[in-house]
């Protein structure tokens, strides 16, 4: 079944504690991409990657990292997590090129605490 | 990307028609209108997308003005399971933008 799996589902943390949450995808996508949900905010891209070893910022990079090793990964990092970070996270993927269709992962619901 | 405009909300009586409406006034050539939905706090949901021409599919048709500055969705039978919060999306490849989008409520 094709897919874009992300985890954990839920994950409570403390401030300062490196955490990554991942990302997978079974469809050969070159396109992935994450994004946060906040209440009254919406959806915000933090990163996008094109393809193997190319990624680019979103609208809210800061205090995130991501890497592109394998085309199937793309995980997320926080390497001092805080707060303000607390929130619903999506990992989304695609074939390249304009005219393709997003695949969204089910989320992960961080709590920083 | 282009910015949008959508009602922030709309009601629907079950089985009857929803057209939700889209303003992207600065769309470039390039840019799909997507549109995509969120039930609760799941993933999103593809629906559909356009570039020029009218397009249906088993979910919804889209509607497309000539000049593509804006859109219309509609869900042509809506159900209690399309209650959701609809996202008109302008995009090419790359960077994307959701806008507040539409909180659709399918009523009995």
């Known amino acids: 079944e094709a897919q874009v799996t992300q985890n954990p589902r839920y994950l409570i943390t403390v401030t300062g504690k490196k955490l990554t949450v991942t990302c997978s995808q079974n469809?050969?996508?070159?396109?992935m991409s994450w994004y946060r949900q906040d209440p009254g905010l919406g959806l915000r891209q933090i990163y996008y990657?094109?393809?193997?070893?190319?990624?680019d910022k979103g609208d809210v990079p800061e205090g995130y990292k991501v890497s592109r090793k394998e085309k199937r990964n793309f995980p997320l990092i926080l390497e001092s997590p805080s707060p303000n970070q607390t929130s619903l996270y999506f990992c989304?993927?695609?074939?390249?090129?304009?005219?393709?269709?997003?695949?969204f992962g089910s989320g992960t619901q961080l709590s920083v605490l | 990307d282009a910015k949008t405009t959508q009602p922030p909300s709309m009601d629907c009586a079950e089985g009857r028609a929803a057209n939700l409406p889209c303003n992207h006034s600065?769309?470039?050539?390039?840019?799909?209108v997507y549109w995509y939905r969120q039930i609760h706090s799941q993933g999103p949901q593809y629906i559909i997308h356009?570039?020029?021409n009218n397009e249906t599919n088993e979910m919804a048709s889209l509607i497309i003005t000539e000049d593509r500055k804006s859109s219309t969705l509609i869900l042509p039978h809506a159900t209690l399971r399309d209650t959701a919060v609809y996202y008109c999306?302008?995009?090419?490849?790359?960077?994307?933008?959701f806008g507040a989008g539409t909180q659709v409520v399918v009523t009995p």
């Open positions: 989304a993927s695609s074939w390249a090129g304009a005219g393709e269709k997003l695949f």
């Open positions: 469809m050969n996508h070159e396109y």
């Open positions: 990657s094109m393809n193997v070893e190319v990624t």
């Open positions: 600065t769309i470039s050539g390039n840019e799909y």
């Open positions: 356009g570039l020029k």
């Open positions: 999306i302008p995009h090419s490849w790359g960077k994307l933008q």
